[in-house]
């Protein structure tokens, strides 16, 4: 419960006024909803930072033409304040360039900071500096990002630093004649130091441009974390006239739109260490920071409850996991090229899920079995069935999921996104003004507001 307790001293510590603050950190969880955060509490057995802020909101999340929203109408929102499509950047469907109020605090002397867990030129970092009517347009996101007034970038890299086609001029190049230095590795990392404009890159990223998953340090070790990206940019970002840093734990989706419990959890512990960073900081500097805490939206519909175990649940069987989603798949991927048989796919789950085959159910051996006839093509499905079942991700992997998430208690509706409301919480100086239930638009003004 230290954590619990230290966040409650720090309420103590930070006056409501009507002042602005000095520095504000807008953290976001991309598909945290409350069930994400509360399966996270409860596997960490104990209060996680993210979940003991003294202020706490309810925050509807569609886009202008959809009721489910996507990350890009989402991070438009939360960076702006405005509505648009789903799929659109900082732009509304007629083209208008929507501009985010990190464009507005750089006009007012503060230092900016995005960071991610992920690509810089995925849709919600890129809300707070970019303008496309397409989130897939990575090569023009990342040239914008190379000549923004950003002052420190932080994540997993560029997906298309060169354009699809890898002839296009290098978009780290252009940062670089824009004024940035580019840190690739750890030693370039620790050494970058206040007065500059940095891009810090995962030095191990997947081939997605994120960092690896928390899951799989073990066997793939991963230097840096979403938390020493963030411990970073306060320290090169902290000036006069103060701050604003958006952190976004981008992976707790990627994991729930796989249905990968354990590794949606692993990511949204990693989220919270980041969010005991800036905690920390605004113990030290009490009476000027907002820390405010949201998501995007829910991904995966997970519930907390299943009817294999009706009132029970054990969370702990997801310490048995081995391995992501992602890696377990590259190695079934990796074991089909020499012919996996259904006796080496069980094994595979045991040895990564300890789920033992002989042990499931009859309907749970019949779903792993099929999903390895499809896997190896053994089996054709209509395309709409095999997108229903599997969500286009390995069907021996995402089978593996649900059987293993259902023996923890747990259920998941879907491989997409869901319209259910995200919780919002606040600290510090006019996290007051967070409470009650809102739509994320109205995040964007109130901090719009606090830059006046």
């Known amino acids: 419960m230290k954590k619990l307790f230290a966040a409650t001293a720090l309420a103590a510590v930070l006056p409501l006024a009507a002042a602005n603050p000095k520095y504000i950190f807008l953290f976001i969880g991309d598909g945290m909803g409350a069930p994400q955060v509360a399966l996270a509490t409860e596997y960490a057995r104990e209060k996680l930072t993210l979940g003991s802020l003294p202020t706490v909101g309810v925050t509807a999340t569609r886009s202008l033409n959809r009721f489910i929203t996507d990350s890009a109408a989402a991070g438009t929102a939360l960076a702006a304040g405005e509505k648009t499509n789903s799929g659109m950047i900082g732009q509304s469907p007629d083209g208008r360039r929507i501009e985010s109020y990190a464009a507005e605090a750089v006009r007012r002397g503060k230092k900016i900071g995005v960071v991610t867990s992920v690509s810089l030129d995925h849709a919600t970092p890129a809300a707070f500096y970019a303008h496309v009517p397409s989130r897939s347009s990575y090569y023009d996101i990342a040239c914008q990002m190379a000549q923004s007034d950003i002052d420190y970038l932080a994540g997993g890299g560029l997906l298309q630093p060169k354009g699809k086609d890898g002839r296009r001029p290098d978009a780290y190049e252009l940062a670089r004649k824009n004024g940035y230095t580019v840190a690739r590795t750890v030693k370039e990392f620790e050494a970058l130091k206040p007065g500059i404009k940095a891009i810090a890159v995962a030095p191990n990223p997947t081939r997605q441009a994120s960092l690896q998953y928390e899951i799989d340090r073990a066997v793939a070790p991963n230097p840096l974390t979403l938390a020493d990206f963030t411990r970073k940019g306060i320290e090169l970002l902290q000036n006069p006239n103060g701050f604003f840093m958006m952190v976004e734990g981008g992976m707790i989706d990627w994991a729930c739109h796989a249905n990968d419990a ?180 109205a995040i964007a003004r109130l901090l719009r507001e606090m830059l006046q």
């Open 262 to 441: 354990a590794a949606a959890v692993q990511e949204t512990i990693a989220f919270d260490r980041a969010v005991e960073v800036a905690v920390k900081f605004a113990e030290r500097h009490p009476g000027e920071t907002l820390i405010v805490i949201t998501a995007d939206h829910e991904t995966g519909g997970l519930t907390l409850g299943h009817g294999q175990t009706p009132y029970l649940n054990d969370y702990s069987l997801l310490d048995r996991q081995k391995l992501s989603f992602q890696k377990f798949s590259a190695e079934v991927k990796k074991r089909k090229r020499s012919g996996l048989s259904f006796a080496e796919a069980c094994k595979l789950v045991e040895t990564n899920y300890g789920l033992d085959y002989g042990k499931l159910t009859t309907a749970e051996q019949a779903a792993l079995k099929q999903a390895w006839e499809v896997s190896t093509q053994k089996r054709t499905l209509p395309e709409a069935e095999a997108d229903e079942l599997y969500g286009g991700h390995e069907p021996i992997t995402v089978a593996a999921n649900r059987i293993f998430a259902a023996k923890a208690g747990l259920g998941w509706s879907t491989y997409a996104h869901t319209a259910l409301p995200v919780l919002t919480a606040a600290i510090g100086i006019n996290s007051e003004k967070f409470t009650g239930r809102y739509d994320n638009t």
